[in-house]
């Protein structure tokens, strides 16, 4: 899609649709004239080739010169109407440019570099001039791009190959004064940044005035002759060495300082610690003579106290054990008063029992004496449960039926 930075789109097509009326007419001139030139029966005949001969012709210049060219990314093309003199911008598209009414450049607005080789060595082709007088070599970059702002009206008078018409030249022109202001130590050493400002200062100015911005100048490496650069590294290798002493002693004499500052410190620092350790020694006593006077108190009061608690502990012993007889002896007196409860008891119950066991035998001395039939059933009894029958005589003298059981013998 074109996009016009500038004009009118309305115009724009009046003015083309004008030339292009303004072509068509001129082409037809010619047809016109060798019309009216024929009689009056032949330009019938003749009408058609002069029509085919226009659309041929308009054809062959369409072809020859289409009317559509393209601008691509990061350029801008500059479109000059010749019959009004109108200039329009067009940026990343197709842009109409009729042959004859259009006249169309196309200008990259990339960032371009321009490194002259003729000054890089001291022995080529062109080399610089110190303030000396002395040919040394510099590699040098610009870098540099066309101006958007200033394109439109630069673009008519600027040529087609910018960096060898313009540039180049500026360029030449402006680093050989400045490097000529300047001595072959200040180039090689000391004036770098310097020299290049002073560059970048008076090229933006030549530059800008073609539509052209400066992006920056860097120098390199700087090439000195063989004679002046055995010189200098022999000066150099001098100023080293001296440099080198002079460090040296520098740097002793600072070891020398740093060492009595170490000793004045170390002693400083001796008698603070001493002072220290006094007045802690001194604030120690103090500390020790105050907790003396509370510790003091304090003792006695732990003497008296244990004191206490021994007269304490003194009397709870020998009440304890004055508890302890007291005790023991209500426990004999019970346990004797038990006892001889106990054994009252016991002869109260033997008394009792001899007694009852006497009454039964007398009343079974006297039962058996009156029955006497009663011990024969008794031992029965008795043997009830080991025994089941028995069978015994009874005896002749009608006496005791196991007599003759147990082996009893007669008397």
Same mark, same amino acid.
């Given at each position: ?18 030339g292009?009326?303004?072509? /068509? ?10 019309a009216a030139?024929?009689?009056? !029966?032949?330009?019938?005949a003749? +009408? =058609? ?10 054809? !062959? ?17 500059? %479109? ?38 003729q &000054? $890089?060595?001291?022995?080529?082709a +062109? ?6 007088? /002395?040919? *040394?070599?510099? @590699? *040098? ?7 958007? +702002?200033?394109?439109?009206? +630069?673009?008519?008078?600027? =040529? ?24 072959? %130590? ?12 002073a ?26 002759? #063989? ?37 004045? #410190? ?22 020790q ?7 003091i ?6 003497i008296?106290q244990?004191?206490?608690? $021994? ?5 709870? %012993? &020998? ?5 302890? #007889?007291? #005790? ?15 054994? @009252? ?10 007694? $009852? ?5 007398? %009343?079974?001395? $006297? ?19 080991? &025994?089941?029958?028995?069978?015994? =005589? ?17 008397k």
């Amino acid at each position: 899609m074109v996009s016009p930075v500038i004009g009118n789109p309305l115009g724009e097509e009046n003015t083309v649709l004008q030339g292009l009326r303004q072509r /068509l007419g001129a082409l037809a001139q010619p047809a016109r004239a060798m019309a009216a030139a024929f009689p009056a !029966f032949a330009r019938g005949a003749l +009408a =058609p080739l002069v029509l085919l001969g226009v659309v041929g012709a308009a054809g !062959f210049l369409l072809y020859s010169h289409p009317p559509m060219q393209s601008v691509g990314r990061g350029e801008i093309g500059v %479109r000059v109407n010749k019959f009004t003199g109108e200039v329009s911008e067009w940026q990343d598209g197709g842009v109409l440019v009729l042959p004859g009414l259009h006249e169309m450049r196309v200008f990259s607005m990339r960032d371009r570099s321009y490194r002259p080789a003729q &000054i $890089a060595r001291a022995d080529g082709a +062109a080399p610089l001039q110190s303030l000396e007088g /002395l040919s *040394l070599g510099v @590699d *040098l970059a610009v870098r540099y791009a066309l101006d958007p +702002a200033k394109l439109r009206a +630069a673009s008519s008078k600027l =040529p087609e190959d910018i960096g060898a018409d313009v540039v180049e030249p500026a360029v030449q022109g402006v680093i050989y004064k400045v490097f000529a202001r300047y001595t072959v %130590r200040e180039i090689f050493s000391t004036k770098r940044v310097e020299i290049q400002q002073a560059i970048e200062s008076e090229l933006n100015g030549k530059l800008a005035a073609d539509g052209i911005a400066l992006r920056s100048v860097v120098i390199g490496k700087v090439d000195l002759p #063989a004679d002046y650069r055995r010189g200098m590294d022999g000066l150099l290798a001098e100023e080293l060495a001296t440099a080198k002493m002079r460090y040296t002693l520098e740097l002793k004499e600072k070891r020398v300082k740093e060492t009595e500052l170490e000793g004045e #410190a170390e002693k400083v620092r001796r008698e603070k610690a001493a002072e220290a350790a006094g007045q802690a020694q001194v604030i120690a006593a103090k500390a020790q003579d105050e907790a003396m006077k509370h510790v003091i108190p304090f003792k006695q009061r732990q003497i008296e106290q244990r004191k206490l608690e $021994a007269e304490a502990d003194k009397v709870s %012993r &020998i009440r304890t054990a004055e508890g302890s #007889a007291q #005790a023991r002896k209500i426990e004999a007196s019970g346990e004797a008063e038990a006892r001889q409860k106990l054994a @009252d008891a016991e002869v109260y119950r033997l008394e009792k029992v001899g007694k $009852a066991n006497a009454e039964q035998m007398a %009343r079974e001395g $006297a039962l058996v004496s009156a029955h006497p039939l009663l011990i024969q059933k008794t031992l029965a009894d008795k043997l009830s449960d080991k &025994i089941q029958v028995i069978i015994a =005589p009874p005896p002749s003298d009608q006496g005791f039926i196991g007599a003759a059981l147990v082996g009893g013998q007669k008397k």
